[in-house]
């Protein structure tokens, strides 16, 4: 359930960054003031597990159909929601970058929906509450059952809103709503299920693990309010602003050239630009997000497809490939010594 | 079983690349992260119906590709693998859109394209590299470093595993996957051997002068062909989303054919 760059738009994605930024800065001066430097290998070693953990399927029984371990709870329970957010973050930047698992500009939104809701949410209000009379194996089983389904039900629905802000499916809210969350109903009752019987497990084979980080001991004590709070405040800041000055100006990308530019368009004198603004003008098949739907100048009212758009897309494609035979013909002439390095 | 091998190879893979010494290779971390960045901000900013303006944006990936000699089968293959969840939201909109095509068209040439330009980055850059200049952008030490040990322990973690699973099938012959009632202890003991191992690794990183803080090796500074580099593509980018440029090609061609 990684959000892609495709499905989000620049606002959204800020928004989202702004507010991981805030928190994963909050969790490290969290943890940096009572952090033995032990914590960081740990951490670090503990994010590549949960990377292996996840190649793992479990196979459920009498469905034919396998699950596996939901990371960002199980991170939380055994490092603290703190050095567990930041964990998740470093586990899903690696899987941005090398896997192409969600991207860089969703980064944030992944962020959010698959650790913050289980490291700030899941674990302090749900877990912790469960087990607040002290360990037993039934309490851990059933908190953690029941915070990872919550968990990922809490980011499956974050996902809905994410993409229905960035305005890129029809998908009407309640539709998309019935789609998403059953299935991650499913998924959920899986991984809680995973990740509960490793957690009993752990308790039973080395209950000082959990003991040590159920007791706050460097990982310092959770103050939700203030996590939420500011979470909240730099996401309706970052998206409030940014989406007032891109409603106010018809692009927010406008609006950014506007300021560095000091104009919208990027105005440059003479016939060239009125050249380039006449063409802009004949040629924009999709002005101001509509289609036209008179047909002059050869506009299909329909698909918006104008004759000049698909000479120009076939021919800018072609274009390209041209420039890239031409990069690998210069490529080949060079002597090949580093390739083989 | 080969799949799991198969995925310590396709991790390190990526890195290996970046260890080549071509043009790309040899620009500074932070303005070739600084262009991606500009470059997903603007593919990702085009409207859901758009298709043509998006065609120029082919170029970036592509010359990098090229440029930095990579091979294009294992980025394609890595592409294949995530595009089915972007289908799978995709392929709803001609069902509540008349026009959902191509708004689902427009989808799958983004997604496309920013995946490919993310994994360009890591195969052009390595992670130790990126590591830098996250620093350099005033990303916190303790973040960084983290992020380099769990990639660096990924490989050792998934061999450990491998040996679980080989052990595992050996006695459970003809059955696939973990059973579900096995998981805790099964994942459990990875999680034990995981935590002794990070003890050790802490260990003998403090006898080697640990104190918590990331250092890295002499690095070169910003050059200004670093930085044209930035602009240029900058610029490109930002006339790609300004004019539709494959509409002006298109009308120039016609035009000329007419006259």
């Known amino acids: 359930m990684h959000m892609a760059d495709a499905l989000?738009?620049?606002?959204?994605?800020?928004?989202?960054?702004?507010?991981?930024?805030?928190t994963a800065a909050y969790s490290i001066k969290k943890i940096q003031n009572d952090l033995d430097d032990k914590k960081i290998p740990i951490m670090g070693v503990m994010g590549a597990f949960v990377f292996a953990s996840q190649m793992i399927n479990f196979s459920i029984p009498a469905t034919g159909s396998s699950g596996h371990l939901g990371g960002g709870l199980l991170l939380a329970i055994i490092l603290g929601p703190y050095a567990g957010f930041l964990t998740i973050s470093s586990v899903l930047l690696i899987q941005a970058l090398f896997f192409g698992d969600g991207g860089l500009l969703a980064y944030g939104c992944n962020v959010i929906n698959l650790g913050f809701y289980t490291c700030f949410i899941a674990y302090p209000l749900i877990y912790k509450w469960i087990t607040r009379k002290g360990l037993t194996s039934g309490r851990i089983f059933g908190a953690s059952l029941i915070s990872a389904i919550l968990g990922l039900q809490m980011g499956a629905f974050?996902?809905?809103?994410?993409?229905?802000?960035?305005?890129?499916?029809?998908?009407?809210?309640?539709?998309f709503l019935l789609l998403m969350q059953p299935i991650h109903l499913a998924i959920g009752v899986v991984e809680g299920l995973v990740t509960a019987t490793v957690v009993t497990f752990i308790w039973k084979a080395r209950p000082e693990i959990l003991e040590s980080s159920a007791a706050g001991k460097a990982m310092g004590s959770i103050s939700i309010k203030k996590v939420l709070t500011a979470i909240l405040v730099t996401t309706l800041v970052v998206g409030g602003v940014v989406s007032w000055f891109a409603s106010s100006n018809p692009d927010g990308l406008e609006w950014s050239m506007e300021r560095t530019?000091?104009?919208?368009?990027l105005e440059s004198s003479g016939s060239v630009h009125d050249l380039l603004a006449t063409i802009q003008s004949k040629t924009a098949w999709m002005?101001?997000?509509?289609f036209k739907t008179v047909t002059e100048d050869g506009v299909n009212s329909y698909t918006g497809t104008s004759v000049s758009g698909i000479i120009g897309g076939g021919l800018t494609l072609g274009l390209a490939g041209l420039i890239g035979l031409m990069i690998s013909v210069f490529k080949r002439k060079k002597p090949k010594a580093l390739e083989k390095q | 079983m080969s799949r799991i091998v198969d995925s310590i190879?396709?991790?390190?893979?990526?890195?290996?690349?970046?260890?080549k010494d071509t043009v790309i290779h040899r620009i500074h971390p932070v303005p070739k992260l600084l262009a991606t960045i500009v470059y997903l901000i603007v593919v990702v900013s085009f409207d859901r119906y758009e298709i043509s303006g998006l065609l120029p944006f082919v170029m970036y990936p592509m010359v990098l590709i090229l440029l930095a000699e990579l091979p294009a089968k294992p980025i394609l293959k890595r592409l294949l693998m995530v595009e089915?969840?972007?289908?799978?939201?995709?392929?709803?909109?001609p069902i509540f859109d008349p026009r959902g095509w191509t708004t689902f068209s427009s989808i799958m040439i983004k997604s496309g394209l920013t995946v490919t330009t993310c994994l360009v980055l890591v195969a052009t850059t390595g992670l130790d590299q990126i590591a830098q200049a996250l620093r350099t952008i005033k990303v916190p030490s303790l973040f960084v470093l983290q992020l380099l040990l769990a990639f660096r322990y990924i490989s050792v973690l998934i061999e450990e595993l491998a040996r679980m699973l080989r052990a595992y099938a050996l006695r459970a012959p003809r059955q696939k996957g973990i059973r579900l009632k096995d998981?805790?202890?099964f994942a459990g003991q990875l999680l034990l051997r995981t935590l002794d191992r990070a003890q050790r690794v802490y260990d003998s990183m403090r006898l080697r002068g640990f104190s918590g803080e990331y250092h890295s090796y002499g690095k070169s500074t910003i050059k200004e062909k670093d930085l044209l580099y930035l602009?240029?593509?900058?610029?490109?980018?930002?006339a790609g989303r300004t004019y539709d440029l494959p509409a002006i090609l298109g009308y120039l061609v016609e035009e000329a054919i007419s006259r």
């Open chain 1, 287 to 290: 002005p101001d997000y509509n």
């Open chain 2, 183 to 185: 998981s805790g202890s």
């Open chain 2, 84 to 93: 089915p969840l972007i289908i799978g939201i995709g392929i709803l909109n």
């Open chain 1, 8 to 22: 989000i738009s620049p606002i959204v994605g800020g928004a989202m960054m702004a507010a991981t930024v805030g």
């Open chain 2, 9 to 19: 190879y396709n991790i390190r893979l990526l890195d290996d690349l970046a260890r």
């Open chain 1, 261 to 265: 530019a000091g104009t919208a368009e």
């Open chain 2, 231 to 238: 602009l240029a593509w900058s610029l490109f980018f930002i």
């Open chain 1, 158 to 175: 974050s996902v809905v809103l994410q993409t229905l802000f960035s305005g890129k499916t029809e998908l009407p809210f309640g539709t």
